[in-house]
């Protein structure tokens, strides 16, 4: 008689980084993803640094999760960004114009610093659920996305399976960068409306 030894998986480790203006809601789409919560109450972040074991795509992955702190300006990249950073969240709040017009600056910066168009970079329109409050249409979101050449995701980070989501498109974004995946991922557009502007399902992944 003879037994099949079962192989032992093992985990892939790979750093993420949020980067965005102030304000715009990083902290909280972080500490949704790791930690299945939303803080009550903003506090300025310096800089944090998150770990969560996640698995997809029938992988295991121990993710360290950058979140930065928020610049007006961004002359200086963030030092913790500058090495290994497997790709990127580039957040921005669809009722701060501000924050949406200076994430050309911050998607150069990082090609500048990594010198490398490829890398994966996801555009998140965050507080989606604030429709009465818009500023940036998800057209103009789209548009960034297109001349980035990054997948573009509204959410809001009040909703835990939105945020997920979106982590995991960086991730299957990562392994097909890699040829760890077969690619492309889904081109269909995932959207949801109802009547109401202010209802989270008005949001999109595309």
Same mark, same amino acid.
């Given at each position: 008689? +003879? +037994?099949? !030894?079962?192989?032992?998986?093992?985990?892939?480790?790979? =750093?993420?980084?949020?980067?965005?203006? $102030?304000?715009?809601?990083? +902290?909280?789409?972080?500490?949704?993803?790791?930690?299945?919560?939303? $803080?009550?109450?903003?506090?300025? *972040?310096?800089?944090?640094?998150?770990?969560?074991?996640?698995? !997809?795509?029938?992988?295991?992955?121990?993710?360290?999760?950058?979140?930065?702190?928020?610049?007006?300006?961004?002359?200086?990249?963030?030092?913790?960004?500058?090495?290994?950073?497997?790709?990127?969240?580039?957040?921005?709040?669809?009722?701060?114009?501000?924050?949406?017009?200076?994430?050309?600056?911050?998607?150069?910066?990082?090609?500048?610093?990594?010198?490398?168009?490829?890398?994966?970079?996801?555009?998140?329109?965050? =507080?989606?659920?604030?429709?009465?409050?818009?500023?940036?249409?998800?057209?103009?979101?789209?548009?960034? !996305? =297109?001349?980035?050449?990054?997948?573009?995701?509204?959410?809001? !980070?009040?909703?835990?399976?939105?945020?997920?989501?979106?982590?995991?498109?960086?991730?299957?974004?990562?392994?097909?960068?890699?040829?760890?995946?077969?690619?492309? $991922?889904?081109?269909? *557009?995932?959207?949801?409306?109802?009547?109401?502007?202010?209802?989270?399902?008005?949001?999109?992944?595309?």
């Amino acid at each position: 008689m +003879s +037994s099949t !030894a079962t192989q032992p998986r093992y985990s892939l480790n790979r =750093k993420v980084a949020v980067m965005g203006y $102030p304000h715009v809601g990083k +902290s909280s789409i972080v500490q949704r993803f790791t930690q299945n919560m939303f $803080p009550d109450r903003y506090e300025t *972040t310096i800089e944090d640094q998150h770990t969560k074991h996640h698995t !997809a795509f029938h992988r295991d992955f121990n993710l360290r999760v950058t979140d930065t702190a928020g610049q007006q300006e961004y002359t200086v990249f963030p030092r913790s960004c500058s090495l290994d950073v497997a790709g990127f969240l580039l957040v921005y709040a669809i009722d701060d114009r501000k924050s949406f017009d200076i994430c050309s600056s911050i998607y150069e910066k990082i090609i500048s610093v990594y010198g490398d168009p490829s890398i994966p970079i996801i555009i998140v329109g965050n =507080k989606c659920d604030l429709g009465t409050q818009r500023v940036v249409q998800q057209e103009e979101g789209k548009e960034l !996305a =297109k001349q980035c050449e990054a997948k573009f995701v509204e959410i809001t !980070a009040r909703e835990t399976n939105r945020v997920n989501e979106v982590f995991e498109l960086l991730l299957r974004e990562i392994e097909i960068s890699r040829g760890n995946l077969r690619g492309p $991922p889904q081109q269909q *557009t995932k959207e949801q409306t109802s009547s109401d502007p202010n209802d989270p399902k008005n949001c999109v992944i595309s």
